[in-house]
């Protein structure tokens, strides 16, 4: 049963089908085929499970070849509960789908809606009123069978004529037969919104359900579609919710919290499980689940595609099953950014927050209908501070350099994560990769590209090694790509600084209310170093008048990777056509791991000896006149003794 797993909703319908076929079969030729008893759910559950498959097998052979026999659709309504046996509940649910599968599309659209209409009428129809009944049992095993797919019974196996089945996937096809039956051959929206929120508001997990649905279901446009709908809906409850708290205690105050957790992560595992819709090529058929998802604009549209070949310039593109793309992207655009900003508006877990900021850049940003949406909570992000921060920059990057958001305070913040426990995060990766691309920029101002080189290069000495081997392939680039701070390199006083650079930042500093630059500044006096590495603001931390002494002291390395990397800064960096650039990538994810076994695959030239021939020992007899160092044990062995 493994391999069926991955088989289509149709396929795990037609198999469903199949199965109830042979039971019915197997039913009819049984000889002691006897008239089923109406008996109470008490004694039913008295009777072991082999008397209570053959009771449910009476009962819906008996069911399935006569409406006279309606009644019994209570009795095995009576079987489907999470405390029956497995095989019990698979095999009552298949009668009771194959029953319903035939006579759902003459059902009243809701028992509401029935009692209504016989209110109004006073209608004494008996077709009307046996209609309506069946409706009341079509949503009570609509209630059975969802509490059985959130309950620990939908993680069991069932047995049946071609070996196991777990109990939650014949659940959730039959629901999904529903779904896409129940509404005249349209989707039932209704019914796949209380599927979904009983997901979500259980207290357990209900993993293997949603993996199911995640696997076999969400490849049809229309179950995406109305799944965007239904999570933006419960979306904006939560938050009401939790918003409004009221004066509850202590512990209904944590179990509260709990679920709002609990109901949270399911909502991303839905989520971030959806497929988009992607490129689709107008040779690829759209899967859906049920007709009707088009509106009458895209039927519209349909219809044009099929009038001619002198309007082909002006319609839209149109799949292989004569699907609008125009049509379906604008829609799922759409409900795709609405479900994801309601989303992002929750309370979010700690662990769920990091993972949507690791891969909002890739899974939600290029789908959304204006991504400039995000910019309030990717700033509020970033202005976390700390392993968040970093987690934030990717999508905080692609807005400002794709959409043209604006963030004043982008290098602050920016400068601000400049700390040694960076270079042990798990995606410093990524950082320093964008830190990279963030500093590329020749519009850049020396002040913040002096700022940036001195505080990697303070950095270079407390970090690992693989630390100090990134630092100075950023100090590599930033040399090249900006000349002006080429005075960290070769200044030696505080009279080589420019006197553009000086002025800016003497006004800064005096806009600020503090006092103008003292005389050693100035002067530039030798063996201090004027840089702020305490400072948070780059433009106050005087890195145009201090100098990269940090790099140089890196020639004396204890790991001999480093003090051989730092000899590249040593060339004239300022001439561009003899340098390229340093790829951060081959050095942001080192470790002493990754160093060792460079060192390791990398050839050591042979070094001349005085004395190739082989030792036998550390000192020669040569070495000390008149000592002999013979080795006699038995002499040793009989002072023991003695």
């Not at 310039?313 to 655009?333: E, F, G, H, Q």
């Amino acid at each position: 049963m493994a391999s069926k797993k991955t088989k289509t909703a149709a396929t795990t319908t037609t198999a469903i089908t199949g199965i109830q076929k042979k039971r019915d079969k197997r039913s009819l030729s049984n000889p002691k085929t006897k008239k089923a008893k109406t008996t109470a759910a008490g004694s039913q559950n008295n009777l072991d499970e082999s008397s209570q498959l053959e009771h449910v097998q009476q009962l819906a052979q008996q069911l399935l070849s006569s409406a006279a026999y309606s009644n019994n659709l209570h009795h095995l309504l009576t079987y489907i509960t999470p405390s029956s046996p497995p095989s019990v509940v698979v095999d009552s649910v298949l009668s009771l789908q194959s029953f319903f599968h035939v006579n759902i599309h003459d059902l009243p659209a809701s028992s509401n809606a029935a009692a209504a209409t016989a209110a109004n009428s006073d209608t004494s129809d008996p077709d009307f009123i046996y209609k309506t009944w069946l409706r009341s049992k079509f949503d009570d095993l609509v209630k059975s069978l969802l509490d059985i797919a959130v309950s620990p019974l939908s993680d069991q196996l069932a047995r049946i004529e071609s070996g196991f089945i777990p109990v939650g996937e014949i659940v959730l096809a039959t629901l999904m037969e529903f779904v896409k039956l129940g509404n005249g051959k349209k989707f039932y929206s209704a019914l796949y919104h209380k599927l979904i929120q009983t997901i979500i508001y259980s207290s357990l997990d209900a993993e293997f359900v949603l993996e199911t649905l995640a696997s076999k279901y969400f490849k049809y446009v229309d179950v995406r579609y109305f799944t965007y709908i239904t999570v933006e809906k419960l979306c904006k409850t939560l938050e009401s919710n939790s918003s409004s708290g009221g004066k509850a205690g202590i512990k209904d105050k944590d179990d509260s919290k709990a679920s709002l957790e609990c109901s949270i992560k399911k909502i991303h595992f839905i989520l971030s499980h959806i497929p988009p819709l992607g490129n689709v090529d107008e040779s690829n058929a759209i899967e859906m689940l049920s007709a009707g998802f088009l509106s009458k604009e895209g039927q519209q549209e349909e219809a044009k595609h099929k009038e001619g070949k002198d309007k082909q310039k002006n319609r839209a593109k149109i799949t292989k099953n004569d699907v609008p793309l125009s049509s379906v992207s604008k829609k799922m655009k759409l409900k795709f950014t609405k479900a994801w900003m309601s989303f992002l508006r929750l309370p979010l877990p700690l662990d769920v927050y990091k993972e949507v900021l690791v891969n909002l850049h890739q899974e939600v940003i290029p789908y959304l209908s204006n991504p400039v949406m995000l910019c309030d909570f990717l700033t509020r992000s970033y202005d976390i501070g700390g392993v968040v921060s970093v987690m934030a920059l990717s999508g905080l990057f692609i807005l400002m350099t794709k959409y043209g958001l604006e963030y004043p305070n982008f290098y602050e913040k920016l400068y601000a994560l400049l700390i040694p426990s960076i270079f042990m995060a798990k995606h410093r990766a990524k950082f320093f990769e964008l830190l990279d691309s963030c500093l590329k920029s020749p519009l850049l101002p020396a002040y913040l590209a002096a700022a940036f080189t001195k505080k990697l290069s303070r950095l270079s000495l407390t970090v690992p090694p693989s630390g100090a081997l990134v630092i100075i392939a950023l100090v590599h680039n930033l040399l090249r790509r900006h000349p002006s701070i080429n005075c960290l390199v070769h200044g030696e006083t505080g009279e080589d600084i420019k006197d553009g650079d000086k002025k800016s930042e003497q006004e800064r500093v005096n806009s600020d209310g503090n006092a103008s630059v003292d005389s050693d500044v100035a002067g530039g006096k030798q063996g201090v170093d004027l840089f702020n590495n305490e400072e948070s603001d780059p433009l106050r931390s005087k890195a145009m008048r201090s100098s990269l002494w940090e790099i140089d002291t890196l020639r004396h390395h204890y790991c001999p990777p480093v003090s051989r990397f730092v000899l590249s800064l040593e060339n004239d960096l300022t001439v561009r056509a003899k340098t390229a650039e340093v790829m951060i990538g081959d050095f942001s994810s080192g470790s002493y791991a990754t160093i060792f076994r460079e060192e390791m695959r990398r050839r050591v030239k042979q070094v001349p000896l005085a004395k190739k021939a082989p030792q036998t020992s550390l000192f020669s007899e040569s070495h000390f006149p008149g000592w002999s160092f013979n080795y006699d044990g038995s002499k040793i062995n009989e002072e023991v003794k003695s």
